[in-house]
């Protein structure tokens, strides 16, 4: 019995990264369609349109809005509703977990919270992967002190360190690939 279910546990490992990552594409697909397919049913001449031309519509729209977000007035107006969100208090957690995990997801250019990976010392023996992310806080009365996040395995949280910079191992690797290696508690590829 104790083989059979680890077998299963083997299966799922194997099946659920896939089977959730084709799951999300089909939902974002059959999305786009539902809500863009009607408009361009709507607006395109009669036989015109075709099934899935509402997915290229929507990679099309998210496109487009990319090079916005570089524009002034589309700029202030993408500030403007993220403020809005961020005030509903149920809405506000939901919407900053996602804002956030889609930061983190973002080109390296627009990515700036996170500067590098380092390990901070605990004791003799002990270190732990953090990440600098920003500047000393003037408020904290520290001049030293930098804001270290060290996030929990399976993103199930983390801890804000303020750390003197003394204390800290700078690591010469990318902060994604040090951020992945310590969300997957270190069962990631290291290279």
């Given at each position: 019995m104790k083989t059979l279910g680890?077998?299963?546990?083997?299966?799922?490992?194997?099946v659920l990264p896939i089977t959730l990552t084709i799951a999300l594409l089909y939902w974002l697909g059959t999305t786009a369609e539902s809500l863009l397919?009607?408009?361009?049913?709507?607006?395109?001449?009669?036989?015109?349109?075709?099934?899935?031309?509402?997915?290229?519509?929507?990679?099309?729209?998210?496109?487009?809005?990319?090079?916005?977000?570089?524009?002034?007035?589309?700029?202030?107006?993408?500030e403007l509703a993220n403020n809005l969100l961020a005030r509903i208090?149920?809405?506000?957690?939901?919407f900053e977990s996602i804002r956030d995990i889609a930061r983190f997801a973002a080109p390296d250019k627009q990515r700036e919270e996170i500067k590098r990976?380092?390990?901070?010392?605990?004791?003799?023996?002990?270190?732990?992967l953090g990440f600098?992310?920003?500047?000393?806080?003037?408020?904290?009365?520290?001049?030293?002190?930098?804001?270290?996040?060290?996030?929990?395995?399976?993103?199930?949280?983390?801890f804000t360190l303020l750390v003197d910079e003394d204390q800290l191992e700078p690591l010469d690797v990318d902060v994604q690939t040090a951020m992945r290696y310590t969300l997957t508690a270190g069962m990631a590829d290291s290279a």
């Amino acid at each position: 019995m104790k083989t059979l279910g680890r077998w299963f546990m083997q299966g799922l490992v194997a099946v659920l990264p896939i089977t959730l990552t084709i799951a999300l594409l089909y939902w974002l697909g059959t999305t786009a369609e539902s809500l863009l397919g009607p408009v361009l049913r709507w607006v395109l001449p009669q036989g015109w349109y075709w099934p899935g031309l509402g997915i290229f519509a929507g990679l099309a729209v998210v496109t487009a809005t990319g090079m916005l977000v570089n524009a002034y007035l589309f700029r202030n107006l993408l500030e403007l509703a993220n403020n809005l969100l961020a005030r509903i208090p149920l809405v506000k957690t939901v919407f900053e977990s996602i804002r956030d995990i889609a930061r983190f997801a973002a080109p390296d250019k627009q990515r700036e919270e996170i500067k590098r990976a380092v390990l901070v010392r605990l004791g003799e023996d002990v270190r732990v992967l953090g990440f600098v992310t920003n500047a000393p806080p003037k408020w904290a009365g520290l001049d030293k002190a930098l804001p270290v996040y060290v996030p929990m395995g399976y993103q199930i949280g983390g801890f804000t360190l303020l750390v003197d910079e003394d204390q800290l191992e700078p690591l010469d690797v990318d902060v994604q690939t040090a951020m992945r290696y310590t969300l997957t508690a270190g069962m990631a590829d290291s290279a």
